[in-house]
């Protein structure tokens, strides 16, 4: 990583020497000409730093010169940055208001200590970067330096697209085979075991997923679970993630005994599927464990198992493996043009496609390899610069592992730097680990690996398209939605991984083993949940002083708590730290000497459950960007002066329960970008002593998500909601507004008068909210006004509503939200009837969902127009006849809803049986149809059991009530809950 690095810490000195604010202190220090020496010496050393990137791994001599220069530029960047945060103590706004706190600073006792302080290290770290460029007695290339243009060096499409990893191509004999085993009926044994064996890369993952989540395979198998293995064959791991994955919740911090014992619930007696992604280290006795543990499941249970070694094979085979084999050169054609090419006509040149033949031909039929040459190919779009990249830089790729590690090589040395330090700072995550996007462009952000760009773009944005070259580059793959949290993840191969590792050399360190020691150059270590790390004796042997990351990977919560002594250690040993990733980690007291951390920019204490309260010095962090709270359940309040932390860009106080009100002087965090969570007091005798939404006047960078919380305890509606200002928020995209609980415990009491000002007030305060046109998803939550505001209808980008307990509402608002796609209804207890004219405006719609609506009786006809809807909901409207419309009339949809896929009906007491407008999809709309089937009336009684015992939605059956019917209709994705009472079993 050495030879990425040094670029731009050089980049960020020159950057930091440049600036107006270190000008001046300088003139006031008199060390204007030494700090001037200090960016000539780096500025001219800049010119060389490109050739000497390019010969790192070919000459020791440059190598060690590299390393030598790297450690005194990082020495160079914490002295500058050190002089910045104790001379410019306080924000500084202003030059004159600058000019007078600097002056104020310097003329306290200390000015002549302090000044002699900082001019010895300027100019130590000066003469230590002259004598190592005066060591130099080899040749390098001075060439021009501009940052950006490298930037823009590979010219992006206005889009990433690239094709998903389970899209698979010439692998469709392989998915037959593997489908065929896995629906064979026929098998010796109750449970068959499959192993599927392959080199890395070859795609072993990519079929399983493809196999997996077939709609065929879904139904025949009762459970699927997907459980990726790795290098740790942690048994209690992988049953906890077994069961997670049964129940779709995260894992639970159970015993073995609990844990054998749902396992065994779950799966007894069930036909299921259960893949074992990516098996390495594997003893019998513990495999055999797992498998007398997997047992109980029905006939006809099948596990897939994906490994590359073949002693995996012998120990976990019931039946003769699937050697996968490499792909067709036609596949590996399609395949590699796929990727390199973006237009059609260019995947059909002849020219081009005889080369594309001759380039696959080297790349062994390995998929990996082929997708990785195809996305260097995308940017050379001429025949002269396929030929030269196919005899020139493409090696014969055999199919062993370091062959094709040499292939990935060259797609990282074909990177910019700024990309090459971002890919090798996720060595830094286990293998398999789920990257958060979010989560990592924030720690890119932290560490100053992303540089701003001269046309004013937000860093994030910045780092977002970094992200995107890496995965449209397949440094990552398996990018999605996390089904849990909804945060876009991804993961690495196992061989980009490796690949990591090897680029990041000695720069980053995972401590999985706590017997080894950190060397002096390690800049950024992780450690997860079994590492001893934090320990006083481990903290006191680590030798890294200048040490810059120290990042949490735990996923689990089976640990000892932190203490606040080796917290204590932690600080004192590594003052130089940029990020402090504690996330998870049962902290449940942070000390006060947090302030010593003058270089922090990222702190992260989120998930410490136990965690009550913030010292107040840790107000004196000046640098602090990002401040997560995440999950701190317990956490009662922030400290009083956050107010100082003038730089902070993120702080993230979401589901932290306990936290009623947030302090004054928000308002003075301008940088703010992110704040999703802003917390009302719920005490209204509080609100003149804690933060009102005044507070939120200034803070128009706030992007994405907002949370407001306790409106209901808004007393001047006008002026407060005037005063937030939230339609300034121009980068504002989710907003959730939630009046709180305050007018419902004296509910009783309250008269009518009293009710009529709650309501005004309400909607005086609604409409004095109104968001930026940017909004895409609004959520309205527990709002005690009659009607909506007009801007409700006036949102050009809204995507999403959803209106939750609005429950004295009677209007229902008239849409023209053209792009609205989903619209969800629920606890509206006023509301009688829905505007057909209204709802059938919105002719984007794709899913809604009608929840507690008691009032309600019938289903308006405009609903016929809505063409696109593909999922509808309606559970719990107690008054509720599916078969009338709003006039009395039979409900006849005249042949709309052609799009329904999927319905979900539950709770309707006046349900009993089919309506005709529901038979009418059978025979008119083609994709509905598609998923009826027969099934018996046995099937029918034990869904209900099912049903009853569990206590939650299955895929069920719903019936015609007339005995004249000879079958019974069952659609898969058609539901229908309790209560059955009132349901009619034909005989």
Sequence with gaps: MADVVIGSIAEKIVAILGSQATETVGKLWALKHELKALENTVSTLRAVLHHAEEQYYQSSQVKDWVEKLKDALYDAEDVLEEFNIEALQPKLRGHKKMMKEVKTFFSSSNQLAFKLKMGYKVRAVRESIEAIKADRIFYLEERPVDSEAEREQRKRRETHSFIPEGYIIGRDADKKTVKGFLMDSNMEEPISILPIVGIGGLGKTALAQSVYNDEMVGNWFELKMWVCVSDDFDLIKIVKNIIACVKNEKPTEDTMEQLQRKLRAEIDGKRYLLVLDDLWNI?????????????????????????????????????????????????????????????????????????????????????????????????????????????????????????????????????????????????????????????????????????????????????H???????????????????????????????????????????????WDDTKLILERTRHISCDSTSNLMGKPQISCLKASALRTFLSVTTYWGMEPTSEANLCQLIQSFKRLRILDLHAKKVEKV???????????????????????????????????????????????LPRGIRKLVNLQDLNIDNCDKLSYMPCGLEQLTSLHRLICFILPKDKALAKKYCKLGELNRLNNIRGRLYIKNLGSVIDAIEESMAANLIEKHSLEFLILSWGSFNSIDEVMITKRDDAMIMKRDEALLDGLRPPDNLQKLIIDKYDGESFPRWMTELPNLVELRLIKCERCKHFPKFGLSKLK?????????????????????????????????RLTSLPLGLRHLSKLVHLSIKACHDLDLSKDESGNILDFHGGLQSLRSMHISFLPKLTSLPQWILQLRSECPNFKEQISSVSKFGIARIIRHYQSKSRNVRSWIYPKTKAATSWISMEAFRISAPYTSMTFPN
């Design 822 to 854: 989903r619209l969800d209804i629920s606890g509206m207890e006023f509301l009688e009837y829905l505007p057909g004219e209204s709802l059938g405006s919105l002719t984007s719609l794709e899913s809604l969902d009608i929840y507690l609506l008691h």
């Design 465 to 511: 398209g970094y992200f995107m070259d890496l995965l449209w580059s397949n440094f990552f793959q398996d990018f999605k939605e996390d089904p849990f949290t909804g945060e876009e993840i991804c993961k690495m191969h196992d061989l980009m991984h490796d690949l990591a590792c090897l680029v990041a050399r000695t720069e980053c360190w995972v401590a």
């Design 283 to 463: 003893e019998l006795e513990k495999w055999l464990s797992l498998k007398i543990l997997l047992g109980g499941g029905g006939r006809g249970s099948k596990i897939l198992i994906t490994t590359r070694l073949l002693p995996v094979v012998k120990i976990t085979g019931t039946t003769s493996p699937y050697l996968l084999e490499d792909l067709s050169e036609s596949a590996s054609v399609d395949l590699l043009m796929q990727i390199a090419c973006q237009k059609v006509e260019e995947r059909q040149d002849s020219e081009m496609l005889a080369i594309a033949i001759e380039i696959v031909r080297k790349c062994s039929g390995v998929p990996l390899v082929i997708r990785t040459v195809g996305s260097l190919l995308f940017f050379k779009k001429t025949k002269r610069e396929w030929l030269d990249f196919k005899n020139h830089e493409l090696p014969e790729v055999s199919q062993r592992e370091d062959c094709i590690k040499s292939v990935l090589k060259l797609s990282y040395d074909h990177l910019p730097s700024h990309l090459k330090q971002c890919f090798a700072f996720c060595s830094l995550f286990p293998k398999d680990y789920k990257i958060k996007k979010h989560t990592l462009v924030d720690l890119w952000i932290a560490e100053g690996f992303i540089q701003p760009s001269n046309r004013g773009q937000h860093l994030e944005d910045i780092a």
């Design 591 to 637: 000390p006060m000497s947090i302030y010593k951390l003058k270089h922090l920019t990222y702190l992260d204490l989120s998930y410490n459950h136990a965690l009550k309260r913030l010292p107040d010095s840790i107000t004196r962090l000046q640098n602090l960007q990002t401040l997560n709270l995440h999950h701190c359940g317990s956490l009662e309040e």
